[in-house]
């Protein structure tokens, strides 16, 4: 069964200090997502991380893959208010007989709030 | 380009009652769709997956039940609702059949509230 965890799962920090959130997955699995939740909306697909070692950066967030270790993480550099939101990430798990779907596999959610 | 159109976006409705969420995706065939249900404060659970008119799979067994009576529409559907069902359920689509084109794209959402 495929397991997925995030740590933390609520991070509080002040503006322009840096931190990273951590997602590890239990089986193989070489695609990995990263969404934005805002209260009362939906998701927000941020990154797609197709192969290991892949790096995706979108202005102060950064997002790595280490397929070997099963592990993802989200670095946020300089934070600011902005940023304040739940982030989950996703793994693959395929679906049905014959594989014949596919879904993704959330971890519980990291809930960020950056303070001025 | 795909988009996805999900509603109500709220919804209050005694114990008891039945329920009907729908959900529609535009400009692709063939989707992946799914249901979800995110408890307050909580991840997502995924309740029903279908990958082609009238397949059906459900993930985890609960009062509800899930329709696909057309290709890009998909029915979250309950005949009495729970105290339980309370929680803000999504709808997502994805590509098929490339089994490795798995991001979702998720609808808007509908906040439930049993009462």
């Known amino acids: 069964e495929l397991k997925v965890e995030q740590n933390p799962l609520f991070l509080s920090m002040q503006e322009g200090k840096n931190y990273t959130i951590y997602c590890n997955y239990s089986?193989?699995?070489?695609?990995l997502y990263w969404y934005r939740q805002d209260p009362g909306k939906s998701l927000e697909s941020l990154f797609v991380?197709?192969?290991?070692?892949a790096v995706k950066q979108e202005g102060r967030l950064m997002a790595s893959l280490d397929t070997k270790a099963r592990l993802s993480t989200l670095h946020i550099t300089a934070a600011v208010h902005d940023l304040s939101a739940t982030y989950f990430c996703?793994?693959?798990?395929?679906?049905?007989?014959?594989?014949?779907?596919?879904?993704?596999?959330f971890g519980g959610g990291t809930r960020l709030m950056v303070k001025p | 380009s795909q988009t996805i159109h999900q509603w109500p976006a709220t919804l209050v409705q005694p114990v008891g009652s039945p329920l009907s969420l729908e959900c529609t995706v535009e400009?692709?065939?063939?989707?992946?769709l799914y249901w979800y249900r995110q408890a307050a404060g909580r991840g997502l659970q995924l309740l029903f997956y279908?990958?082609?008119?009238?397949?059906i799979s459900s993930e985890v067994p609960q009062n509800l039940s899930a329709s696909r009576p057309q290709d890009r529409q998909f029915i979250l559907s309950s005949k009495k609702l729970l105290l339980s069902d309370s929680g803000f359920y999504l709808c997502?689509?994805?590509?098929?059949?490339?089994?490795?084109?798995?991001?979702?794209?998720f609808g808007q959402g509908t906040r439930l509230t049993v009462v």
């Open positions: 400009g692709t065939s063939n989707p992946n």
């Open positions: 996703a793994v693959v798990k395929l679906l049905g007989r014959n594989n014949a779907g596919n879904m993704l596999t």
């Open positions: 089986t193989t699995s070489d695609r």
């Open positions: 997502a689509w994805s590509v098929f059949p490339s089994r490795w084109n798995t991001e979702a794209f």
């Open positions: 991380l197709l192969s290991n070692g």
């Open positions: 279908s990958v082609g008119i009238g397949q």
